[in-house]
Each structure stands twice: as C-alpha cells, then as structure tokens.
C-alpha cells in the first residue's frame, strides 16, 4: 500500500492522520534512515518504522499530533533504555519526526456581495477552499469566483440541505439581509464546523440569537459564533473587512496562543445581561435601519 497515495486519500476524504519519518539515525536500528509509518485517525497505520516498543511510542506521539495540528521530533535511545530491548535492536539512537496531515480548509462564504468577493479572494491566497453560497445567480457564479471550489446559487434553505461541513469547515455568513443570516446561522451552528462567524452589529446579533433560542435552539450553540467575525483592526472598506475576518480563520486554523483582538463581544454570560436589556429588539425593527448590502 503506497504512503503518498493514502495520504492523498485520506485529505480527499476530509480526515486526518500523521505521518511519522525516521530522519537521524546513529548506529544500528531495526529500520533505516527515512523509514516512514501513517497513522489514520481512526488509529490503523500504514507502513512501519520498525515494530516494537518504539513503534507504539510514535503511534501515541501521532494521535497527539494530529490533535494539536502541530509537527514535533520525538528521539529514542535503543542503548540506554532496556524497555527498547525486545530481540530486534542492535542498538543505536534515532530521531522521527512527525507532522500532521490535515484536510483542506473548507471555507462557505454565504453572501456573494462585495464583503464576500474581498473575503474570496484574501482567504483563497491564505490557502482556503472557498464555496460561495446566495440566491442570486447573479452574485453566485464564475465570473465573480473564478477560482472557487464551488459557487452554489440556490435558495439558502437547499443548499444547506446538501452541504455537510466537517471539523475542517470554516463558516462565514455575510448575506443581504437579517433574516437570510438567521437561516444559515440556524443550520451552522448544528453542523461540526470548526469556526462560525456572522456579520453584523451587536443590536442584530442579539435579535437573531434571541429569536433562534425561542424556536428552541440550545443558548450554548451560540457560544462559538464569532459576531461580529474578524478580528478588530479597524477595519472599515469590504476589502479591510476581508482581511479582518481572514486573519481570524488564520488565528483558528493555526491554533493562535496569544490573546488577539477580537470584534465579537459574545460570550454566554454576556448575552443573558444583553437579551434583557433589549427585550424589544426584534428583526422587524432592526428592518428599518439595515445594513448596506453587503
């Protein structure tokens, strides 16, 4: 079974896994020198670097990899350790070094106005996979996103019927209007998307988070939905706003350890002050002082 292919298999199927490679060695080891072992997530390998004890430390080091999406060098000395003495070492010191393989960053941009167009093109360099979502096929199609993954134009109720985000799916909603906002963010917030980010004002996001808890939807979906999405650089044009929300999907996909400054004021205990401050906020009234098409 070739390495390269499952690999390139396993992306395809939008799963993970780690590739484990033997890339020093210094005397004598049951494997040689770029020995290369992949573990699936769901924990089968393919290839080896040398079976044994050393094998199952490097199986555990790759789950933990493929984890923390982060690459680490693990070193093994077959001399001094008597846990490595199975039979089958001369003896010797090794250095694997194990690096995650991902699947591709799913980006569902919903929205295909100017915001959306910016978003394509600065995520795309970034290396997102961007589909494009909006009811108009005069907005959604080749011509505005030339390069995109798929541009989808339909209804938003039907193509979220046939969209099935995964752990790698990136989800940004910047529609026309608040009502088409609360459709999709009705659907993501249920699916297994790894980031969540609506446009829009506090006043508006209060309303439509307010609105979907009364269809019944559990307060703590909304706990992930970055809202207002991007980062706070103030940013004020479609294309700085672009750059914004782009840097945030950055700061997620790359595991960003530091604190950032994020636009979204939401956290739970926030939104329970927020809602009863503004009981009467409704998306009928947030209707006479709308967004600009976005």
Not at 44 to 53: E, H, L, P
Not at 107 to 123: D, K, T
Not at 132 to 161: G, L, M, W
Not at 217 to 233: S, Y
Request: charged share 25%; with cysteine.
């Amino acid at each position: 079974m070739d390495i390269y292919e499952e690999i390139v298999k396993l992306r395809h199927e939008g799963r993970r896994g780690a590739v484990a490679t033997i890339v020093n060695v210094r005397g004598s080891i049951p494997s040689f020198e770029t020995a290369k072992m992949l573990v699936r997530d769901d924990g089968s390998i393919v290839g080896t670097i040398g079976g044994g004890c050393v094998e199952a430390e490097v199986w555990q080091a790759a789950r933990e990899v493929m984890e923390s999406e982060k690459p680490r060098t693990v070193t093994f000395n077959l001399n001094q350790n008597p846990k490595y003495d199975t039979g089958l070492v001369c003896g010797g010191t090794l250095d694997i070094f194990i690096e995650p393989v991902l699947p591709p960053a799913l980006l569902y941009i919903f929205g295909a106005g100017h915001v959306s167009v910016n978003l394509y093109q600065v995520a795309k360099h970034a290396g997102f996979d961007v589909t494009v979502v909006d009811d108009r096929d005069a907005y959604a199609n080749r011509e505005r996103f030339p390069e995109a993954r798929d541009v989808i134009a339909e209804d938003f109720d039907v193509a979220t019927s046939r969209l099935a985000p995964n752990e790698s799916s990136y989800i940004v909603i910047v529609t026309r209007g608040h009502r088409d906002d609360m459709r999709v963010l009705r659907w993501a917030v249920q699916t297994q998307a790894r980031y969540i980010g609506m446009i829009g004002s506090k006043r508006k996001t209060i309303a439509i988070f307010k609105e979907l808890q009364n269809e019944g939807l559990p307060a703590q979906l909304f706990e992930r939905v970055h809202a207002p999405v991007g980062l706070d650089i103030g940013g004020v044009t479609p294309e700085e706003i672009a750059v914004a929300i782009t840097a945030e999907l950055i700061a997620i996909r790359r595991h960003a350890e530091r604190a950032l400054p994020h636009m979204s004021w939401f956290h739970s205990h926030k939104l329970q002050a927020a809602t009863a401050d503004t009981e009467d906020v409704t998306l009928q009234t947030l209707d006479d002082d709308a967004e600009e098409e976005l």
